[in-house]
């Protein structure tokens, strides 16, 4: 499965953005997905998790509460709503997709990765 991010930005402490993710090439549904960033000098993290037909999620303990994982399968896409945005929160996010149906919070268990997208949060 082909994965595309987007919606990254500048955005000021506080504020919002929205992240999309859109899967091509292989059935949608059948994927555990995931966010995970990576800021400079640092491994890539968990984010959140969302199940294979959305009813389950996770999250990272720094997030929980301030973003939300949602997908809809209708339309092949997976969204990170993030809310009162952090300048820690500044780092490349990625999303994730893993042929396993339990949500997981490694990167080596994800089997298919999109691009990136920049997500920069100022003080």
């Known amino acids: 499965v082909q994965l595309q991010a987007s919606g990254g930005g500048l955005v000021q402490a506080g504020d919002s953005l929205r992240l999309s993710c859109v899967a091509s090439?292989?059935?949608?549904?059948?994927?555990?997905m995931g966010w995970f960033r990576q800021a400079p000098g640092k491994e890539r993290e968990f984010v959140a998790a969302?199940?294979?037909?959305?009813?389950?999620?996770y999250y990272a303990d720094s997030v929980k509460g301030r973003f939300t994982i949602t997908r809809d399968n209708s339309k092949n896409t997976l969204y990170l709503q993030m809310n009162s945005l952090k300048p820690e929160d500044t780092a490349v996010y990625y999303c994730?997709?893993?042929?396993?149906?339990?949500?997981?919070?490694?990167?080596?268990?994800?089997?298919?990765w999109g691009q990136g997208t920049q997500v920069t949060v100022s003080s």
């Open positions: 994730a997709a893993d042929s396993r149906l339990q949500m997981a919070t490694l990167p080596r268990r994800y089997d298919y």
């Open positions: 090439g292989r059935t949608f549904n059948n994927y555990v």
């Open positions: 969302n199940s294979v037909r959305g009813g389950r999620t």
